[in-house]
């Protein structure tokens, strides 16, 4: 069955530390990946995606993601994490190529920042 | 620039009740779509449209309509409201039909059915 995992519920991260979020995905055909983000009382917005090519991808933010064919994973970082990221963080799959109907999201990770 | 623009934000109803959420972008996006996001359920596709005049079921089309009459306008139905229709609704669009570019969202609309 196709599914994306983020297996982190919550994360807490001290202001200036560094930040790793969880993806990983089951998926039969070639995926495309996406990480979005919703801030508090906001709809979500795109932070960047992967289709081919370099696995090592930039987003907005500062943020950027690694994809893992061999662990079926695409795990969003940043160096540093900021106030103003605390947020809900969703990673999301969907076939090459394919229409957003067939994207599949994941259940979130909330992230909280302490200053 | 108001992109996606959904009303009403909050809104309460008692079961059997029916609503209208209306959702509008002002991007000329041919694709636009419905989901609900419930916690630990991450965001479930519920209808979508590629263009005025045509619309199709998501994963979880039970219980709500929509029409797709101008390309600006995307409203989703709810005929007979229930308990389990309690959730966030987010209303998004795109310039693309296919998944290359970037799905826009609105603020969300929160239901509560009791």
């Known amino acids: 069955a196709q599914s994306v995992t983020q297996p982190d519920i919550h994360i807490t991260v001290s202001e200036g530390a560094s930040l790793e979020l969880r993806c990983n995905y089951s998926?039969?055909?070639?995926?495309?990946l996406f990480w979005y983000v919703q801030s508090p009382g906001q709809g979500l917005q795109l932070l960047l995606k992967?289709?081919?090519?370099?696995?090592l991808v930039q987003g907005i933010k500062g943020f950027e993601a690694e994809f893992k064919r061999s662990q079926s994973s695409f795990n969003l970082r940043k160096p540093s994490v900021h106030w103003s990221d605390a947020a809900e963080y969703f990673c999301a799959v969907g076939p090459a190529w394919g229409g957003y109907n067939k994207l599949i999201f994941g259940a979130g990770t909330r992230l909280a920042v302490h200053p | 620039n108001a992109g996606v623009t959904q009303t009403p934000k909050f809104q309460v109803l008692k079961t059997g009740q029916s609503m209208t959420l209306q959702c509008a972008q002002d991007m000329n996006h041919e694709y636009m779509s419905w989901y609900r996001q419930d916690p630990g359920m991450g965001l479930r596709l519920i209808h979508y449209?590629?263009?005025?005049?045509?619309?199709d079921q998501g994963e979880v089309p039970n219980g709500y309509n929509v029409s797709r009459s101008t390309t600006e306008d995307f409203p989703l139905r709810l005929l007979s409201a229930a308990p389990s229709q309690t959730s966030v609704y987010f209303c998004a669009s795109s310039q693309d039909r296919a998944n290359t570019g970037e799905l826009f969202f609105g603020e969300g609309s929160r239901l509560t059915v009791l």
């Open positions: 992967y289709f081919s090519g370099d696995t």
């Open positions: 998926y039969g055909a070639t995926p495309y």
């Open positions: 449209s590629v263009g005025a005049g045509i619309t």
